[in-house]
């Protein structure tokens, strides 16, 4: 089926979710934590004839490994959408309740979005935790994933479609796109009629074309220049901590640092101390300005480019400023607005730093690698939002709603 | 200078406008008001250029009316901006506040968006009240209006720059475009680096064109195809009075109804009374369905096309349903999701409406009317959120803020 008639049956199907009790959906969710491992083996299978296709067209073994379902990691499924079923209820909370001037009774509440589309790439697990998020927060959803994992989220997503139909609900409450073509996928991004909200998931490449081509309100998740200052006041043994684990203990996510800054009056001490302990942890790959260079002549010289580069690896930036104003407007020109940490004894400047970084997340005395839905305590997430609207930082099952206003009146006229 | 350029400097002040106090923004908005009073015969007297203009180019006197200043005008746009002073600090409003599990103190708090592009049609008093509501909300604000009130426009704006300069602050923080061309304007709308969100004020082609053409998250406002049920039960004098109210009191507004739905148990007895009553109220064309065209035979026949028709007029649709039901199901085909009415003394109804409409805004035994920044006790307005994400219904300085999170740490790594 074309993807916009499944778009379609999908705004239909969320005339349904939203109206969804708590006790419904979180039944369906058990269910379909079950179901996924009782089912584990037919999965699997249709997983390895993904997988095979993905060897004979010369997919990376990286890519591969992506792509791959264990039995270990069909429980990990199950074990996730358990604990969506846990969290609160994001819907119909009062946010506002309250008589207006003319007399009529205003409440203002949570409520489903209405069809979320979640664009993204070859990890089949992303299919169970959307549909799951999707679902609890009252929402239809149609997922897109990418060609190579097709099989594999059809048989997913095929197990919660079981469980739907046999507890009366509309089994359209959950797509997963046809292999669309370019073209279909693009007039899908453009379909305000039937999609209410776009969250693509994955590498910088496929986030930009979908906030380059779509017309339906996109989320921005994940790009993260991130940055940490070590203050010429700072406990440089925290800072090296800070900065080890910031960069090293999972280079590839969003919420890595890319980029160090030392203020001149560290950076004699701190350079070759962090130089050393980077190179224990695998990061020999360092970019720095004319300062840092003089101090660390195993930099190699960075360029502007680099200041804006998310390496996602065992790479970085360094740079030698002169004061907390000049690493905050370095953040505020290279920065991605994610997270960015200070590490200082001062609290002048720590504030100052809070008060002018302009970032979703922003720390004093902490890695940013804390920037993450479970860390904050918001069960699941989404994604981290790097743009401003609806929601930033991490986006758990609240931020994937929206609100309305009911208002009871007694004739009033205006 | 390019309109691309006036953003880049838009940026840079929006880092100066996000952290002035309370008091340095309400100052700023008393002596604008103020001077924007004592300036009134040159901001007159430019607009007078723009009238003459407009009448040389052969625009309709409505427009030239929309687009006219008067002394009793801008002491309007004065008194708007002395409210805006008036309303509590949108800024550094603290929602959550908490210890997270690593130990972090996590605070989340409201903060300025940054760069607010306002697109908007001929009413110069738009300049003064959007800049007004950006600044309170710690935002700088490029304003984009159409050419024939350049000159008014830009009249009203260098009184607040003048203002900006007395008290040190960066004067880009409002910024008029300098008539962009076409292409131009397309840039600004992709411009992702300066721009955080985009707010189209004006009619249905105008935000369609900026919807269809932006990069930068925009917020749809406005397009109102408002409907008021009447149910069986409806206390019939009441839904007069409503109907009459919701189509009649201010017909160009997007809060305006523009399709009255009757059950057919209430068709025979109630169609011809409000017809009656609408036609001494200046409705006179009215397009109905077989059955309600059979009920009143002064009815034109509706098309497909007339039940997706925001008239924003004297002009109207009847349609008679058979069913709550069939009431709801016409407004989530056909409605906008901006205000949606039952009248009813049948609480199942009632309630059955309020869940399953999902407008912005639902009422019971109310006008659509209502619908409104001041009506709701927001304070001013920027405009009424039609689309799902970030704000919905009417849009007031809170709205037009963001939140980030501050994390206060003690040295934790994860």
Not at 189 to 216: N, Q
Not at 358 to 383: K, M, P, Q, V
């Amino acid at each position: 089926m074309n993807i916009i008639e499944q778009a379609r049956l999908a705004k239909t199907a969320s005339r349904t979710t939203r109206t969804l009790t708590l006790e419904q959906r979180n039944t369906v969710l058990l269910q379909f934590a079950e179901n996924l491992v009782k089912q584990a083996d037919h999965v699997i299978s249709e997983n390895l004839k993904d997988i095979e296709e993905a060897r004979r067209n010369g997919l990376s073994e990286a890519m591969i490994d992506r792509l791959t379902l264990t039995a270990g990691r069909i429980e990990g499924m199950a074990e996730g959408i358990r604990q969506i079923a846990d969290l609160e209820d994001p819907l119909g909370k009062v946010l506002d309740d309250r008589i207006i001037r003319c007399g009529i009774h205003l409440k203002k509440i949570t409520s489903a979005v209405g069809v979320i589309g979640i664009i993204f790439e070859s990890r089949p697990n992303v299919t169970a935790d959307c549909a799951a998020l999707c679902l609890k927060a009252g929402s239809a959803c149609v997922l897109k994933g990418g060609k190579e994992s097709y099989r594999s989220c059809l048989a997913v997503v095929d197990v919660l479609k079981e469980i739907l139909k046999e507890n009366g609900i509309d089994e359209n409450a959950v797509t997963l796109a046809e292999r669309p073509s370019h073209e279909e996928t693009q007039r899908f991004m453009e379909c305000t009629e039937y999609v209410d909200l776009l969250i693509p998931r994955g590498g910088k490449k496929l986030i930009r074309a979908v906030v380059d081509h779509a017309k339906v309100p996109v989320i921005e998740t994940g790009a993260g220049v991130c940055h940490v200052f070590v203050d010429a006041s700072a406990d440089q043994d925290m800072a090296e901590k800070i900065v080890i684990n910031a960069k090293c203990s999972r280079p590839s996510v969003c919420n890595a640092m890319e980029t160090l800054l030392v203020h001149k009056d560290a950076a004699a001490a701190f350079l070759p101390r962090i130089t050393a302990k980077l190179a224990e942890n695998g990061v020999t790959e360092i970019y720095g300005d004319e300062k840092s260079c003089a101090v660390c002549p195993s930099y190699q010289k960075a360029d502007e480019q680099s200041w804006h580069t998310e390496y996602n690896d065992l790479i970085m930036n360094v740079k030698t400023v002169d004061s907390v104003e000049e690493a905050v407007s370095h953040i505020e020109t290279y920065g991605t607005h994610h997270s960015d940490a200070i590490i200082t004894e001062d609290d002048e400047n720590a504030v100052y730093f809070l008060n002018n970084v302009d970032s979703a997340c922003t720390y004093h005395n902490a890695s940013t690698r804390f920037t993450d839905g479970f860390e904050f305590g918001l069960g699941a997430e989404i994604g981290i939002s790097t743009q401003k609207l609806h929601a930033r930082g991490p986006m758990g099952l609240n931020e994937l709603t929206t609100y309305r206003y009911l208002l009871e009146g007694k004739g009033e006229i205006r």
